[in-house]
């Protein structure tokens, strides 16, 4: 069993809210039987629950959420990588409006003046928004690069996005902007764990 | 001349030359309204200064003459401890590209001229506060001295041009990449002076109908980017009526006057400083399908345009877009807040202001979740829910994407709301959860209960304008 997992899948619902357990492994990037053995260890201790129905799922207790803070916090100090998270961050902050305008774009398109649900059956301006996204992504890079070298663990957001841009360009236009696993949410995420690895409020 | 303009009445170059900003303001200046004196540095400047890398000859001379210019205007030295001139420095190109290129604040706020306006304002906090935001707009350091501020700034505005943001959205919106911009250094007029200055935005015609009602937002004791970014939470305008009626009644003559002179709709940004009004923009028109339509249709009724002008005003888009369900206005409807469509459509539902009470209470029937703002943290209440309203964060906030993205009608900036525990307050009203409301994610409106919704096709307006299309032909 990895040393820290426990850290790692506790933290992962810290970002990724509510979410049944491939989803969960898939953010965390460990696989499936060992996130289940720690979520139910981690329910045991309190700080994690389940609930059910339709949109139910894995997720914090709220013991969970000061225990994570806590620990997330210990981590950063004692790695000394304070410093690289925040420079990191801030590169993150200068991308964000784009990434949050080109999704805007993907969404709704200005036809006339007008903002209009985009139908996508203009694939030139598809095509368009899809070639500025990649520039973007690859301008991500360096905040990516930078935060894995501070912080293994933020590793997998660079292959999360990869694989969401992949899974666009295939064809499966949902995961640019729609899907639980779409860029934008990826994004959103490691949005979400900047501001409480850093402890920022929103 | 150097590329640098006075903002004043006698100059005559377009918009493509001196940018759409100093060209509204040179209007509002003929219209006799208030604007903080000034001048421009042109368009064909940017050009030369992003093809050469540096700023083009004369440049220098031709901004030393008009500070000179602006100081005998305001009797004020530029970087003096003893009554300082402080400008804003602000970009404009000749499409409007909103918030997309640098703006700089308070400059000229050296360490002398701060002291120097502590003195004189006896206020060293407001000061302070001023020069804090100004420091804060470079990354890099800024150097003790006026005019070498002023030159950094422009050549920052210049710069932005080419942010990628920049370059992304002139691609979004098919603007040529080779236009630059301008950039308009004026007198700072200060929202954040005192209890009786702020900033806002004046819409001449609500936005969400096009009726001629003045609508907007207003921030006491703050500077406009506060206003503009969404950073803090907007009153509605009218609380102007109560607290500064000289402005609100110099706001209202003056949108009446530059509506008369664009024979359009439009908006303003403005700024008070000790209950004083100053305008820092203006544009026209803006309004989007129903709500163009009917104002389209009153003007033309008003015989302020001819029909065949307010019939060729309308797009395909606007047409479109009248097509969209809305909330059916009528006198009736009790709205309970207001804020900005972000995902069209309506949405009824009972009120949960958590996202685990969003997916609880939705086993019994929709829900509409309110938040101050989404983190994914609220993604399960965000999939429950028919329709989210959030607080803070503008239309391309995560909030609002994760909506569009769901298909969900959705309201960001709701202005005035405010979440607590187990209800939701706007203004002096306290909405309990599982109170039933109504959004509609394009007019940004919060309604109490069930009201009726429309589509375009019984809309009279609609009805009105199309005949008159017919007619011209």
Redesign the interface.
């Known amino acids: 069993m990895t040393d820290g997992a426990d850290l790692l899948v506790l933290h992962t619902l810290r970002c990724i809210g509510f979410a049944e357990l491939p989803r969960v492994a898939d953010a965390s990037g460990l696989p499936e039987p060992e996130v289940e053995s720690q979520l139910i260890d981690l329910a045991v201790a309190g700080l994690v629950t389940r609930i059910s129905g339709p949109f139910g799922g894995w997720g914090l207790a709220a013991a969970g959420r000061a225990e994570d803070a806590r620990r997330i916090a210990h981590e950063i100090d004692a790695t000394g990588s304070r410093g690289a998270v925040t420079k990191a961050y801030q590169g993150f902050m200068v991308l964000n409006p784009e990434l949050l305008d080109l999704c805007t774009a993907w969404h709704l398109r200005v036809v006339d003046g007008v903002a209009a649900p985009n139908d996508h059956h203009d694939h030139a301006y598809d095509a368009r928004v899809l070639d500025r996204f990649a520039d973007l992504d690859r301008r991500a890079d360096a905040v990516c690069t930078a935060l894995s070298a501070a912080l293994p663990r933020f590793g997998r957001y660079r292959v999360r996005l990869t694989a969401a841009l992949g899974r666009v360009r295939s064809g499966a236009l949902e995961h640019l902007a729609d899907s639980t696993v779409s860029y934008h949410n990826v994004w959103f995420q490691l949005h979400e764990d900047l501001l409480a690895t850093l402890g920022i409020p929103r | 001349m150097s590329g640098v303009h006075p903002l004043s009445a006698d100059v005559t170059e377009t918009a493509e030359v001196l940018g759409g900003k100093a060209h509204g303001l040179i209007a509002l200046r003929r219209l006799g309204l208030p604007v903080p004196p000034g001048f421009v540095i042109d368009t064909g400047a940017c050009r030369a200064y992003l093809r050469d890398g540096r700023l083009p000859d004369g440049l220098d001379a031709g901004i030393a003459a008009a500070v000179r210019a602006l100081e005998a205007a305001t009797r004020r030295r530029f970087g003096a401890a003893e009554r300082p001139l402080v400008v804003s420095v602000r970009s404009g190109a000749a499409v409007s590209m909103p ?1 997309m290129m640098d703006t700089v604040l308070n400059l000229g706020l050296t360490t002398a001229a701060a002291a120097g306006l502590a003195a004189e304002t006896g206020d060293p906090a407001f000061v302070l506060d001023s020069r804090r935001r100004f420091l804060s707009s470079f990354a890099e350091a800024v150097p003790d001295d006026a005019t070498a501020q002023l030159r950094m700034a422009v050549e920052a505005v210049f710069s932005s041009w080419h942010t ?2 920049a370059t ?2 002139r ?3 098919g603007i040529p990449h080779d236009r630059g911009t301008a950039v308009v250094v004026q007198a700072m007029v200060f929202g954040n002076r005192d209890h009786r200055s702020g900033s806002g935005v004046a819409f001449s015609h609500d936005p969400s109908t096009g009726a001629k009602t003045p609508f907007g937002e207003v921030l006491f004791g703050r500077q406009g980017e506060d206003v503009v970014s969404g950073r803090a939470v907007t009153g509605p305008l009218p609380e102007l009526a109560e607290r500064e009626p000289a402005v609100w009644n110099g706001l209202l003559a003056a949108l009446e006057r530059i509506g008369r002179h664009y024979r359009d709709a439009c908006h303003v940004e403005f700024t008070f400083e000790s209950g004083r009004l100053w305008f820092l923009q203006v544009r026209s028109g803006g309004l ?2 129903r709500a163009a339509i009917r104002a389209a249709v009153d003007l033309a009724d008003a015989q302020i345009i001819s029909r065949r002008t307010a019939v060729r005003r309308i ?4 047409l ?2 009248a097509r969209v369900p809305r909330i059916h206005l009528d006198a009736g409807l009790d709205v309970l807040a207001r804020g900005r469509g972000a ?2 459509g309506v949405a009824t539902g009972r009120i949960a202001v958590t ?2 009470q ?2 609880r209470m ?2 019994d029937g929709p829900v509409v979740l309110v938040r101050p ?1 989404t ?7 965000l ?2 829910a028919a329709g989210i309203v959030t607080v803070r964060g503008g ?4 909030a ?3 909506a ?3 298909g969900k009608p959705a309201v960001v900036e709701a202005a005035g709301v405010v979440v607590d525990a187990g209800c939701v307050r706007a203004g002096d009203r306290v909405f309990p959860e599982g109170t039933l409301v109504t959004i509609d994610g394009t007019g940004g409106e919060v309604v109490l209960g069930a009201p009726g919704t429309t589509t375009g096709a019984t809309d009279p307006h609609l009805r009105r304008l199309l005949d008159w299309g017919c007619q011209a032909d």
């Open positions: 918030g990628p943001r992304t959205y691609d979004l919106h989007t399908g797009s395909p888009g606007d479109r877009g995902s069209p996202a685990d969003a997916a939705v086993t703002y983190s994914p943290l609220d993604m399960h209440g999939a429950a239309p391309t906030s995560h609002a994407v994760v569009r993205g769901m």
